[in-house]
């Protein structure tokens, strides 16, 4: 059997690299995350924002992406020199518990229920994609559907770390070279982007349309690393061997040096990934904003691919709607594929927590996430089938996203002033960027639970109107506060 990296030894440790080019070769984990989030957070919810808002949500957007990462780190670390996996570090969280799990892992699995629809209609947008350049009889359609959900199966079940991470590393490679290209060659057409939009977009303010706000949050939760990107980091770090090298806890100097070393590396990788994940954010949300928005289109229903590829065809031309419907495969195959990976290690830990088996298992382990691996694509197509929306299936999925990372925040400073070894303390200003990042995330859910619950109290008073007898100006009241 092979060495279990979630299995901590003597014999695994390893020195950590001592200068950039030698920690560039233990680069990877960051960029697996960055293939789950280019698809359908970049890909669709950031052009949704720029088509619908303009320029003006670039700052939020960006910020989003970067407000999230020092959470990431936290995770990362205590991944390190704990050798937890997530969800055993969430069951030592206080609070109660159900069985032998606790009430964040359960939250969790509740809330995944709504995350099925985002990554379901990222399997949409491929077949979408598809269907864009081979139009398809309704039988052969859903057979597609099913189809493309059974080969993201065949690249996950076995469970191969080093494929996967591959695997993303080139697709998200391809796609953001064609985008780039876009973004240059729009300068020289007659939608070019003129340095008062760009002035525009970075000064931060709030548009008064609620439904957009409500978008631009669900933006927030997938672009950048979001709750379940986050959790999953855990897993990457482990399964690349950070902690296995690092080794059991210790208390001599070596540990420390390991410890300390190894999440240097982490950092590297985080970062390196956030500029990297950030830029191709930025490059979306301005197509969006430049073409989708000036001609007053909106990606959404069976038309998304139809409608992105006009950012890439009005830049590049009417030969460019090929190359982005083999791009969009490409970025949204590789969110269907990092994402797969990281949610059948994620159920099948849960599912160890809550008492099903031991995850500690090795064969267990990989038992169930052979089994989940082929489960969960089949739901995602039966849910895309069932709606046939996929961008409101993303932005819906990215709203329970921005609740997730309210359990990550907390879970993060849990491990940070509770958990972590006293040798291993960041400096002030790493724990004020950490505060900021939480407060940041715990806004942002705070305003999504308000504007929920005003679009609710505005749909309880419209229908309330509409059945009252004396209803005609109450409804066209009731109407005009949903406006």
């Known amino acids: 059997m092979a060495i279990d990296p979630y299995v901590l030894t003597d014999e695994s440790v390893l020195e950590p690299p001592q200068t950039f080019f030698e920690t560039l070769k233990y680069i990877g984990p960051g960029f697996i995350l960055s293939a789950s989030i280019v698809g359908s ?61 606790n009430w964040s892992i359960w939250t969790w699995l509740l809330l995944m229920s709504l995350k099925m ?40 079940f076995r469970g191969y770390y080093q494929l996967i991470e591959k695997a993303c590393l080139i697709m998200i490679a391809m796609f953001t070279a064609l985008t780039a290209a876009s973004l240059l060659s729009l300068q020289f057409t007659d939608l070019a982007i003129h340095g008062s939009e760009l002035w525009q977009g970075f000064l931060p303010s709030i548009p008064a349309d609620r439904a957009l706000i409500l978008v631009a949050i669900g933006a927030f939760g997938i672009t950048g690393v979001g709750g379940d990107e986050i959790m999953a980091y855990n897993y990457w770090l482990i399964e690349k061997g950070y902690a296995a090298y690092t080794g059991r806890k210790a208390d001599g100097p070596d540990w420390e040096r390991r410890a300390k ?10 970062i390196l990934a956030m500029l990297a994940y950030t830029a191709v954010t930025a490059m979306f949300y301005l197509l969006g904003a430049a073409v989708l928005n000036r001609n007053g289109l909106v990606p959404d229903g069976g038309k998304l691919i139809s409608t992105l590829s006009e950012m890439y065809t009005q830049s590049l031309g009417p030969w460019a709607k090929y190359a982005f419907i083999v791009g969009a495969l490409v970025v949204l ?58 961008a409101w299936m993303v932005i819906l999925g990215g709203i329970a996203t921005t609740v997730i990372l309210v359990i990550v ?35 942002v859910a705070i305003r999504l639970a308000q504007e929920t619950g005003q679009k609710v109290l505005d749909s309880l008073n419209s229908a309330t109107a509409t059945t009252s007898p004396s209803g005609p100006s109450g409804a066209g009241n009731s109407q005009d506060d949903s406006a």
């Open 409 to 443: 925040v907390f879970a993060a400073l849990y491990f940070r002033y509770r958990r972590l070894d006293a040798r291993l303390r960041p400096h002030t200003l790493y724990d004020i960027t950490l505060w900021i990042s939480a407060i940041a995330i715990l806004c």
């Open 261 to 270: 070393g190894w999440i240097k590396v982490m950092y590297w990788d985080a």
């Open 41 to 101: 957070g970049e890909l669709i919810a950031t052009t949704i924002v720029g088509a619908k808002a303009g320029f003006i949500l670039l700052w939020f957007i960006i910020f989003s992406c970067l407000v999230k990462v020092v959470v990431q780190l936290e995770f990362g670390k205590h991944a390190i020199s704990s050798g937890e996996s997530t969800m055993a570090s969430l069951n030592t969280l206080p609070g109660p518990r159900l069985g032998s799990a």
């Open 333 to 390: 195959y590789s969110t269907l594929l990092a994402a797969l990976a990281a949610w059948s290690r994620l159920f099948a830990d849960a599912f160890g927590r809550i008492g099903l088996y031991r995850f500690e298992n090795q064969s267990q382990r990989n038992r169930y996430i052979a089994v989940l691996a082929w489960l969960i694509p089949a739901i995602w197509a039966t849910l895309f089938l069932s709606t046939g929306d996929p």
């Open 117 to 156: 629809l985002q990554v379901g209609g990222v399997l949409g947008g491929v077949v979408l994609a598809v269907h864009y350049a081979w139009p398809m009889q309704s039988t052969v359609y859903v057979l597609c559907t099913y189809a493309i959900g059974i080969s993201v199966s065949l690249f996950v």
